[in-house]
């Protein structure tokens, strides 16, 4: 299957909020508790505040998951600093889509400055954790029981990958 990504249009904003509701749903990969209206999208393209926000899609134009980078912070001191978030569809998941996506944003991150990537994930997943794994970032720090979803509670695991 051929894969193209690209920068995330207005238009896939559904077929976005789509694949993050099925984890919202569906497991502990997105944190939320109650899913997203549509209108929600707008979320995701403020909080990447210029960095990139792209996305996977078949020859057919369907959206097989996307990826984003955001500020960690916004004090300048930080500007060389983003967290990576990527959530891929579920009928495309460990395809090398996820890998796709991330191998792009490493390269947009180093041309828009970025050293650092963080990912803060749930403890209760470790199909994440274990992408990450795979991929170069390394366990940076934990906190103990700070999330609740559902009435379970997880630990915050923070990952980090240091580009070249």
Known sequence: MAITI???????????????NHYIKHGFAAFPEKQFPVEAFAL???MVQGLPFIAAKDESNRLLGFALLRPFHKLPTFAHTAEFSCFIHPEFTRKGTGSKLLRYLEKSALKNGITIILAGISSLNPGSIAFHRKHGFYE???FHDVCRKNGQYFDLIWMEKKLK
Do not use: A, H
């Not at 690209?6 to 993050?20: A, C, L, N, P, Q």
């Open 6 to 20: 690209g920068s995330v249009m207005d238009k896939d904003g559904r077929e976005i909020i789509e694949i993050f």
């Open 44 to 46: 995701f393209t403020d």
């Open 140 to 142: 940076c720090g934990r």
